[in-house]
């Protein structure tokens, strides 16, 4: 019989495990880690952030291209030098990987639209981060697992500067939505100072408890069954342009539209305000100019999901 009692038996993970307090630390930690001399080979279709700091951290870098179903271009690829290869799981699906034999290379994997994630090809040279920022209600916060060495003395074991504008314009915005408290000029002067705050971050830091006690309370599951509801809705009246239909995590409904800057607009005068990914890079890719995105985090509701959905099915029927 199997001894009872006692601590519980654990099995041994393959991969080590760290927090960062932002997906742009994982980055420069993976770079710090004794990887600044290598070439890295990146997509076309790439938020900005990820090419600065690459520029910034002094790395060699090309890219190879997106097609526009989100895809890689393989002969992008083919008979390109480089060291490191550097892939997006865009807006909440994975990217597919394994018929390129990279088996010798270092994958760095940008999860940034995934809560959780795996080596799920058992790459021997993987390094994954995400970025909770993006996908939750945290003001701070990026898992890293890998299988590399890192060098953890490069994170600062103290919260990140950015982090506290970023809490307070948190809860200025809600007082001023749920309670009609203060104004919506104060919450946006103070989302964007913790903006350039992190812009002008060069530091890596360690994710604030703040948003570690977040993560904790966060309930995936029944996030992702709301979140599946309003991606359903909106794939049933959206589904000939959505570009992320198969979605492992669901945070965001993607389309590829025509005349997106003009929607853009037309949106924000009906109060809806719908990012972008991304601004464009250096490198060219249509994407960019066709790619728009509808939140589907639980704190906006059905009716929320309909007024956004008709208000573009008005646009379009008047264009």
């Not at 271009?73 to 008979?79: E, G």
């Not at 703040?210 to 995936?220: C, G, H, K, L, P």
């Not at 589904?239 to 992320?244: A, D, E, P, R, V």
Request: aromatic share 16%.
């Amino acid at each position: 019989m199997k001894p009872i009692g006692g601590e519980l038996s654990v099995k041994q993970l393959t991969e080590y495990i760290y927090f960062t307090d932002s997906g742009r630390s994982s980055l420069r930690l993976f770079i710090r880690s004794g990887n600044k001399n290598k070439k890295f080979l990146i997509p076309d279709f790439l938020c900005k952030v990820i090419e600065d700091v690459l520029i910034q951290e002094g790395v060699n870098y090309e890219f190879y291209h997106i097609l526009e179903d989100l895809t890689i271009d393989t002969k992008s690829v083919l008979d390109k030098q480089f060291d490191v290869f550097y892939i997006i799981n865009y807006f909440g699906q994975l990217t597919h990987i394994k018929h390129l034999q990279l088996d010798e290379k270092i994958i760095i994997e940008d999860n940034v639209f995934l809560y959780d994630f795996k080596n799920r090809n058992n790459f021997r040279h993987w390094f994954g981060f995400n970025s909770f920022r993006k996908i939750s209600s945290f003001s701070d916060g990026s898992l890293i697992k890998t299988n590399l060495d890192i060098d953890t003395n490069k994170i600062e074991q103290r919260e990140a500067n950015f982090v506290e504008s970023k809490y307070q314009a948190k809860s200025l915005k809600y007082n001023y939505l749920t309670h009609l408290a203060g104004s919506e000029k104060n919450y946006l002067r103070l989302f964007e100072d913790g903006e350039n705050l992190l812009d002008e971050q060069k530091d890596i830091f360690q994710m604030s408890t703040r948003s570690m006690f977040q993560m904790m309370q966060y309930n995936e599951v029944a996030e992702q069954n709301i979140s599946k509801k309003y991606y359903d809705f909106l794939y049933h009246e959206f589904s000939s342009y959505c570009l992320n239909n198969t979605v492992d995590f669901y945070s965001y409904f993607v389309m590829r539209i025509s005349k997106r800057d003009d929607l853009r607009k037309h949106l924000f005068s009906k109060n809806i305000f719908l990012p972008v990914h991304w601004p464009q890079s250096t490198k060219k890719n249509i994407l960019y100019e066709k790619v728009i995105s509808i939140p589907l985090f639980s704190r906006y509701s059905m009716n929320d999901m309909k007024y956004i959905a008709s208000t573009i099915k008005d646009f379009y029927e008047k264009h």
